[in-house]
């Protein structure tokens, strides 16, 4: 079954860490990239940070404005995991974040919600004031 599974959320104080994790299953062997995006409450969905996922790939990783410098994508292709280490945290990076994987290069690239095929159900992170 092909699916992505996210983990790690919760509730933290402001400037706290919490590293989320997405396991992949399924054809993970025809992902073209892997991205982390969150909705807040009234808000949007809005893009986090890409990556592609070959290992062999020259394609740069992707970030918001918003968590450039704070939020870090890794992945572990032997795991079929992709991670969000987030750091230095603030309330409103409260949402409920969501690992999505891209099976193709296209127009959208990898900031765009609309090129990603395949979702997680997503998972909550509560910042505290």
């Known amino acids: 079954q092909v699916q992505l599974v996210e983990s790690g959320g919760g509730l933290v104080q402001a400037g706290g860490s919490l590293r989320l994790s997405c396991a992949a299953s399924?054809?993970?062997?025809?992902?073209?990239?892997m991205g982390w995006f969150r909705q807040a409450p009234g808000k949007e969905r809005e893009f986090v940070a890409a990556m592609p996922w070959s290992p062999w790939s020259n394609e740069r990783t992707y970030y918001a404005d918003t968590v450039k410098g704070r939020f870090t994508i890794t992945r572990d292709n032997a795991k079929n995991t992709v991670y969000l280490q987030m750091n230095c945290l603030k309330p409103e990076d409260t949402a409920v974040y969501y690992c999505a994987a891209k099976y193709y290069s296209d127009t959208y690239g990898y900031q765009d919600r609309r090129g990603y095929d395949l979702w997680g159900k997503g998972t909550q992170v509560t910042v505290s004031s």
């Open positions: 399924g054809r993970t062997f025809s992902y073209y990239g």
